[in-house]
C-alpha cells in the first residue's frame, strides 16, 4: 500500500515538475508580450501628446516615418526607413543613372562622413576626399542630423550649386568646396591598356559591371593583339564603395574556375547562403593585382577576399572599409520600404571583415599630391643630351630596328615613371606584374 501512495505520490511530483517546465517559458513569454504591448502603448500615448500639445501643427504620416526611422537607425548605420521618393531612387541607383552630387556617404560622430567620391561626377572632379567628414552644406552645420536629413539637405536642382564645408585629415582648418549639381550616369566599369598590363577599373557593382568588363577587356585585348601580349591584370577597386551582392559575386566568379566565392549568415543557422565559382577565366590565369583603399567597401571587399583567398590575386593598397554586413530591401505599405541589416557575410577562409576591413598583402599608400608639381616641371629646362648635340656622332653598332625598339623601351619607361607621378599605387601594381612575369619566364 505504501509502496503504491508512493508511487502516486511520485507520479503527482513528476506532474507538477512537468506543469512547471511547460508553465515557467509561457508566463515569461506573456510577462514579455504585456511589457511590449506596454511599450506600444506608451508610444501611443506619446504620439497623441505630440499631435495635440506641441508648439505647432505637425504632420501625422512624417511622425510615423520619423518614429520607424529612429527604430531602425538604432541598430546599425546600414538599417533605415525609405520612403516611396528615397526607394523609387534608390531602384534607379542601381541600374547607373541618378542625379546628385556622386559620393557615397555614411554617418560617423555625428557628421556625414564620404566612403567615396564616385568616378568623373561633380564630387570627384571638384576635389572631395574618401574619408572626408561633411560637417556643413551651404553654411548650414548639420551636426545632429540624421543621414537621410543630412542628404536630403544636399538635394537640389540639376545645374545649382552647392558649398560643402569639408573636415579632412592633415589639415588643420576646414575648407569649403563648392559643387554643380548634376545628373550622375555612372559607367559601372571602365578598361584600358598600361603598357602591356590590362587595368579594370570597376567603380560601383550594378546590373552593368560584368558586361562592362566583358565587353571593354574583350575590346582592348584585341586591340593589343591576343592575350599572349598581356602580361597581367590589375582590378582597381579603391573608392568602390559597393552596390548589389550578385554583382560583385559575378565580377569575382569571371577570374576564378571553382570554390566558394563568399557566405552569408543570418541570424538563423539555416538562413544562410553560399555562392561558389563556376568554371571559366576570363583572363585565363593570367597574374593579377588587386588595387583597395579605405573607401572600397561592401561588394567589393567581397571581390578582393575572395581573389586574396584563393590566391588568385595579390591584393595591393591600403585597408578597405570594413563593411561585411547584408542588407535585404523589403517594401512595405505605402510604396516605401524598409533597408535591414539581415547577415554579415564570410570570405572563403571563413573570416568576417566586419569593422576589420581586408588587409593588403602589400600596404602601400598614395602619397599626397603636389600641387605645385606641374609648376616645378614647367620650370625645369629640357635636360641635354649627346644625340641633341649638333655634330654629334650616331650610333652605327645597331640596326634601325634596334634603334626604334631601344626608342620604344625608352618612351615606356618614361610613361611608367610618369604613372608613378600621378598614380603611385597603380604603378607599383604593374610593376608587381612585371616581376611575377620576369619570374615565369
Known sequence: MKKIAMAASCGILAGILATTQVAGPLLAQESEDASVYEQLDLFGIVFERIRNQYVEDVEEGELIEAAINGMLTSLDPHSSYLPPRDFEEMQTDTRGEFGGLGIEVTQEEGYVKVITPMDGTPAFEAGVEAGDFI??????????????????????????DIVVTIVREGLEEPIDITITRDTIKLTAARVRKEGDTVVIRASTFNDQTLPNVRDGFDEVVEEMGGLENVNGIVLDLRNNPGGLLTSGVDLADAFLEQGEIVSTRSRESEGGERFNAKAGDIVEGLPMVVLINGGSASASEIVAGALQDHRRAVVVGTKSFGKGSVQTIMPVRGDGAIRLTTARYYTPSGRSIQALGISPDIVVVQPPRNPNAEEEE?????????????????????????QEQIRLEQEAAEAVARLREEDYQ??????????????ER
Open 426 to 439: 597603380m604603378a607599383y601594381a604593374i610593376d608587381i606584374l612585371k616581376g611575377l612575369t620576369a619570374i
Open 378 to 402: 614647367a620650370d625645369t629646362p629640357n635636360r641635354r643630351t649627346e644625340a641633341g648635340l649638333r655634330g654629334s656622332l650616331s650610333n652605327d653598332s645597331l640596326s634601325e630596328d634596334q
Open 135 to 160: 560637417t556643413a552644406v551651404d553654411g548650414e552645420n548639420i551636426l545632429g542630423f540624421t543621414l537621410e536629413e543630412a542628404v536630403e539637405l544636399m538635394r537640389g536642382p540639376v545645374g545649382s
